[in-house]
């Protein structure tokens, strides 16, 4: 168990999105949890209510970042509910697993929609109210967005554009006192591989490989990846900017 994060977030608000799973439902409940009132954003409508049942500071969204006007309509939901914004945590993406001799443009186009655009789409929706608040943006990648990842090349070109987005708007907003920064997991117990449509046989053989090579001997968990989300978004964090935090037990070091 991690000890638990000092309530600096009570009165904050924060959107999260790919808030039904995972790192994203972790980090919703984490941030409720420290006092904050959470925006759960993701497709699944059944998926999203698990998570708001847990904390009733979370209030949830079915919506695919992808459409037309989505960053808008989240954005404005969150001024809606609560007035303000204060943090807005880019988890949603997907993965998907192409070797180059397979590699489709539906795939890319899509890929990059939903781990590039999308973010960016909302990020700058949720600009104006950043400033307002000196808040801060916490995107999620990869530790694929700096290590190679043969046989998903173009997921891992997705993340590692979501690292160079977190450098580059940590410069241009410095003097706007909005702070941007990004953790990186490693392989993590989520559903993300299954949603990719592998088998699980293929599943479970590719974290088997995965977590014989990580130093700590073990997958991630949602909570881990989630603690250093509040961690790196703490309104008292203020000097911390343009940071990409890897979280996968040494799997970079090896």
């Known amino acids: 168990m991690h000890s638990p994060v000092p309530s600096h977030f009570a009165h904050r608000v924060a959107i999260v999105t790919g808030a039904g799973s995972g790192i994203g439902r972790a980090t919703s409940i984490a941030l409720a949890q420290a006092g904050a009132r959470v925006l759960g954003v993701g497709r699944r409508k059944d998926a999203l209510e698990e998570t708001a049942h847990v904390h009733s500071a979370i209030t949830v969204l079915p919506l695919d970042i992808c459409e037309e006007g989505a960053a808008d309509t989240i954005v404005g939901t969150a001024l809606d509910l609560w007035g303000r914004l204060d943090v807005l945590v880019n988890n949603a993406g997907a993965t998907a697993v192409m070797p180059l001799a397979e590699t489709e443009r539906s795939v890319i186009t899509r890929l990059f929609e939903l781990n590039v655009t999308a973010p960016s789409m909302l990020a700058r929706a949720a600009l104006p ?126």
């Open 129 to 254: 109210h950043l400033r307002d608040s000196s808040g801060s943006i916490v995107n999620v990648s990869s530790t694929y967005g700096h290590r190679p990842l043969p046989g998903g090349a173009h997921y891992a070109a997705t993340k590692s554009a979501v690292e160079q987005l977190t450098r580059s708007w940590a410069l241009e907003l410095a003097s706007a006192g909005v702070r941007v920064n990004a953790i990186a997991p490693g392989p993590t117990k989520t559903d993300v591989l299954a949603a990719a449509g592998l088998p699980h046989d293929a599943i479970d053989e590719m974290v088997s490989r995965e977590r014989d090579r990580i130093p700590t001997g073990r997958l991630g968990d949602p909570e881990d990846v989630a603690h250093w989300i509040l961690r790196i978004a703490d309104p008292l964090a203020t000097h911390i900017t343009g940071q990409v935090l890897t979280v996968d037990g040494g799997l970079e070091l090896v």
